[in-house]
């Protein structure tokens, strides 16, 4: 009910391809009598790299400097007990997705506008689309007792839905050597208009009215997305030679081809292990716009049932859930048969969110204090909507067990921390999801599942070819694991000097070094290549990457700015107090100007005419929640809809891949279980005729969702195949008699 100085938020995005360079303003006016401090607490995605932020007071400009945070702090408090205006960025000390911004001395009746700028790496979402999302919610981090501090989220105020007292206005700028096909949102958006006729800059903007009730995301579609691409920055004008932010800096995105087919056997070995959040905040509405949205723990479980349906014969798994307290379905992972199976299913189906608050570490020690199986390598799926204040000691657990599992990590509904899901699946070389408002959670746990069951990919090395007397130098620890389809991020730095010339920092000298590192070829066209190297189950594959390079200069220098962000994520991933470390990430951040744990950006407007009189009043503002959400109890106020049928013909479906010819399946085709009998082609089994059937209702009724079930498909298709080969194409033939469906053999690889 306090006045609140912060008017509106404008946010300004320019996409060059997979980098989002984004420009927030914040606007303040004090309509109270008094000086005013303003708080806001506000989230970041994880991997953003803040790397400036100034402010306009009184028609003065003010650029804030990047300090150690301490030191920060305390000019910032000295600045508001002398009566000078000041403003300070702050990130959270235990997570990298929560800033804190004071602006203190605001004087009665006065303006001003904050500017927070930043830089991040795009990230591709199965279907290709890559994906800028803009963080908006915030809900109040869960502190486990015994943690060390607080968080900055335990004093925020919430407010109902479409109560916020300002407004969010956001346009996006697309630029790309890549076609722009269509940009796709949850949020209502004007028109797209190109800016160009090749369709390779555009523009687009939220739609008047938006609520500010959710993340915004932009999902840009671009033609050959898959396209290898590279850029090669000129050093900071000024900075030493050598240095992170004095050397060129290369940043290559690549889509390696892997040449495996990603379909599991029938025995593929393994060891699964499901961690599921089971506290009070996942009987939240995963559309937090809907009261008849289904609640994260209600997807979870379906979600649950389609992992547990898809996993293969003679591997291993386990499930876990956490809250305040955790428990586990068994003492330590069991085979997977049809006995398991089906009394996890029945387990599975009486979940609820019970176990009080989110203490993640705890089951995560109770998992890795469990030995490895030999030949059965561990892959550990993490579900939470990730609200706890302890990210880095999470992400620190999960980085020192990373030689013995993958981590495949999901993010559920609105407000989910970044830093936590990212970071856990970054640790453990897996890869990290995001569901929000009608996403299905199903269909993005298939495709983990699907990365989980390829075969480990190892050994991986880049190697280039430049001049004599140059070298590339990798930023960071470079990728560890690569997935089929999955963009990897390559930062290195090009030190050295070519022996015919004496190259120095300036688009001159940065040009020449362009062609130095371009000319791999007799023709001498700016062309040039990186060769990945792997290992895949004892072969060696290697990969050339053959791009263009075009000189780019920059005074926001993203891709020195990222390299920094690669780094400092290396140096404070492991939660450990390690001086050397720290005195590295501090020299890294105030170097670059990337903000981390351990600096802070500080500005005094030391223009003013005289200090601002009179005692300063508190206000916190409140960021968007999800309070209006909750189910105290885990009661569910709206009608339980039926299971869906395609759940459950996955229920019905038996360990090895098989269904059985009962009434059950009958009914959910919608014919007798005797008339089905009566079809059956001579000489077929029950269960072979059944199978066909059930394949064949996927097909023809539950195509769009096809994600979710062709593991399940893959996994009967090889049952069929070692059961009844010869006969599986008259069967597929009177199926589609017998259905009214019209799949082909073919469709089913036979």
Known sequence: LDPVPLQSISVDVVVHGFVADVASELRYK?????????????????????????????????????????????????????????????????TSDVFMCNLGNLPPKGETTLKLRYIQALAPEPDGAVCFVLPAVLNPRYVPPGSEGGTVTEQIPLVPKGKLPYTLSLRATLESSLVINRVESKCALEPLRYTAENHTAAQVSLAEGHQFDQDVELLIYYEEVHKPSAVLEAGKPGAASGSLMGDPALLLTLYPSLNYDPKPGLNATGEFIFLLDRSGSMDWRMDNRSCYSPTRIQSAKETLILLLKSLPLGCFFNIYGFGSRCDSFYPQSVEYTQETMSESLQRVKKLRADLGGTRILKPLKAIYSQPCREGHPRQLFVFTDGEVSNTNEVIAEVQCHSNSHRCFSFGIGEGSSTALIKGIARAAGGSAEFITGKERMQAKALQSLKKALQPAVTGISVHWDLPSGLEAVLVGSGPQVIFEGQRSLIYAQIHGQHQASNLHQGPKAFLLLCQFFCSLQSSGALEGSAVLQYNIQGQTFTETMKFPLQAQESDRLPVHRLAARALLQDLEGTGEKDEEKQCLALETSLSSGVICSLTAYIGVNTEMSQPVQGPIIHRALPPPGQLYLYNPGGEDPTPKKKESPLLRLVSLQNAEGSWSLDSSLASLLGLSEAKITSKTPEQ???????????ILW??????????EWELLEAKALDWLQATAGSQLADCVKTGNAVLGSSVSPQTLGL
């Open 698 to 707: 996927l097909h023809s009724n539950a195509a769009k969702q096809r994600d």
């Open 684 to 694: 077929v089994a029950p269960n072979v005729w059944a199978t066909v059937l059930a």
């Open 30 to 94: 004090n309509e109270e009598e008094n000086p005013v401090e303003a708080v806001f607490v506000f989230p970041l995605d994880g991997e953003a790299a803040v790397y400036a932020f100034e402010g306009l007071m009184g028609g003065t400009r003010i650029e804030a400097q990047i300090r150690e945070k301490k030191q920060a702090q305390q000019k910032y408090d000295d600045a508001l007990s002398e009566g000078w205006e000041a403003f300070l960025l702050d990130r959270d000390t235990n």
